[in-house]
Every structure is written in C-alpha cells, then in structure tokens.
C-alpha cells in the first residue's frame, strides 16, 4: 500500500517523516493513523479541506515551501468514485474535481516543486473512461502550470 511504501522510506532514512504531507487520506486503519500521529506526518482528509480548502491550501504550501525538493504524489481516489469511479479503493465524500484541480493548481505554483504523479487509477474498474480522462486532464493541466511557472 501507499502507507507501507512511505513507511519503508521512514524507516530506511530515506525521507524524514517531517518532509511528508498526505492529502486527501480516507478511511484510515487505526494502526496507521496511530503511525503518522507518532511520526507527526502532516496529513488532510478530504472533510478536514471541505472546512475550509483556502486556509488548509496556504498551511500545505508554507509547510512545503520548507522542502528542498517537492514531490507530489495525487492519489486518485481522494475523488469522490461518482467522478472517479475507476479505483480499487471507493470512497464516498470524496474532493470534488474543482477541489483537487484548485488544491494542485495551488501547489503547482511551488517553486520547489520537482516531481509530480497521480496513482490508483485502475482502467478496468472504470466507467465511460471517467477516471482516466479525470487523470489525463489533471496531468495535463499540472504539466501546463509546471512548465508555465517556471519559463
């Protein structure tokens, strides 16, 4: 899972827990939820960002402003399944794609900002190609803001 491998990168001194911001995280076991506690990893549930997106925006990008280098992972299913339906793990209350396009449109502005992807978006599950184009649209609109902001 997404927990492990970051666990793995902790536990191998290959990222300081401190470096690492999840956002849009649901339905998290116990267990994990008492791990990124313990390791003070900053992370967002998609109701703590439905309170109030801009405010939860501005404290990702002062706290990500502090990383040398920013990597950007999105998984595809802090989206609500009705627009990304194409994901093994469906949760219901999930960001609206206006959300998530305003909160990567926000971080995309990083000037540390070096890496980005999306993940858990599983064609086989997905219906009329919602998810993908979801996906290609954020990738699209990411690498257009990327390049834009750095040129």
Same mark, same amino acid.
């Given at each position: 899972?997404?927990?492990?491998?970051?666990?793995?990168?902790?536990?191998?001194?290959?990222?300081p827990?401190?470096?690492?911001?999840?956002?849009?995280?649901?339905?998290?076991?116990?267990?994990?939820?008492?791990f990124?506690?313990?390791?003070?990893?900053?992370?967002?549930?998609?109701?703590?960002?439905?309170?109030?997106?801009?405010?939860?925006?501005?404290?990702?990008?002062?706290?990500?402003?502090?990383?040398?280098?920013l990597?950007?992972?999105?998984?595809?299913?802090?989206?609500?399944?009705?627009?990304?339906?194409?994901?093994?793990?469906?949760?219901?209350n999930?960001?609206?794609?206006?959300?998530?396009?305003?909160?990567?449109?926000?971080?995309?502005?990083?000037?540390?900002?070096k890496?980005?992807?999306?993940?858990?978006?599983?064609?086989?599950?997905?219906?009329?190609?919602?998810?993908?184009?979801?996906?290609?649209?954020?990738?699209?609109?990411?690498?257009?803001?990327?390049? /834009?902001?750095? /040129?």
């Amino acid at each position: 899972t997404n927990e492990d491998f970051v666990r793995n990168l902790i536990e191998n001194k290959i990222i300081p827990p401190e470096r690492i911001i999840f956002i849009g995280l649901r339905n998290i076991p116990d267990f994990e939820k008492k791990f990124l506690e313990e390791k003070k990893i900053l992370f967002f549930t998609p109701e703590k960002l439905f309170l109030n997106i801009q405010d939860i925006c501005d404290a990702i990008m002062e706290k990500a402003r502090s990383f040398e280098n920013l990597y950007i992972s999105f998984d595809i299913d802090a989206i609500d399944p009705v627009f990304a339906p194409g994901t093994a793990y469906k949760e219901v209350n999930g960001l609206l794609p206006q959300q998530a396009f305003y909160l990567l449109n926000r971080l995309s502005l990083l000037k540390n900002l070096k890496w980005f992807d999306i993940v858990e978006v599983n064609p086989s599950l997905d219906k009329d190609e919602l998810t993908i184009s979801l996906a290609a649209e954020i990738i699209k609109n990411e690498t257009l803001r990327w390049h /834009s902001s750095r /040129s």
